[in-house]
């Protein structure tokens, strides 16, 4: 089976690290995986008054996940936890109330850092955000990924051949776990 994948990229910087990284995953997926990218920058800050009459934006947004068979989640750690864009991309998917456009998505989750602790703090706040949106979650492999500059070309390009592995492993698992969980639905298992 095919899959189209959402994916997001929790930086708004036009040299973010985190968008390199999504380059390189892509170009490394299984054939059976497209990816769309699901545009953050352009989105109000939520707020609930929103609700009764949402914007194109917020309801372009939710359209882009519902579409989605899958969704990854490529972010930074922005002061020990999720970048505010991002934050405020999900609670627009989620409401208005009773219509999460989350819902049993399966979701993966990788985020880089120059710093050593590779976005750990960030992703656990994330899974605590994604379970409650009800969106299955691929729980391991994790990518805690300490961003090293000489290791990546812009085009997403991998020259430590590590990283290319680890990464590669990564998206065949996850395409794995796409599978295993559109199946399960289907079946009406979960
Ligand atoms: C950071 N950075 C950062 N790094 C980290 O490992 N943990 C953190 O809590 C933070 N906090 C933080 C807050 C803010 C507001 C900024 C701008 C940066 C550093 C961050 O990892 C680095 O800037 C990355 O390059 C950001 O990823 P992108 O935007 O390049 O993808």
Known sequence: MSYNIGYFVGS???????RVVSKALIALAPENLSFTEIQIGNLPLYSADYDADYPEAGTALK????ASDGLLFISP????SIPGALKNAIDWGSRPWGTNSFARKPTG?????????????MQSSMRSVLSFLDAP??????????????????????????????LAHYIGEYAA????????????HI
């Open 12 to 18: 708004l910087a036009s040299n973010s690290i985190n």
């Open 63 to 66: 359209k882009a996940i519902e």
């Open 77 to 80: 750690e922005f002061n020990r």
């Open 109 to 121: 989750l990788l985020g880089a850092s120059p710093g050593a602790i590779g976005t750990a703090v």
């Open 137 to 166: 979650q691929l729980n391991s492999p994790e990518v805690y990924l300490q961003y090293r500059p000489e290791d990546f070309g812009e085009d997403g390009s991998i020259s430590n051949p590590d990283t290319e592995k680890f």
């Open 177 to 188: 776990f796409v599978e295993r969980v559109l199946d399960s639905t289907a079946a009406g």
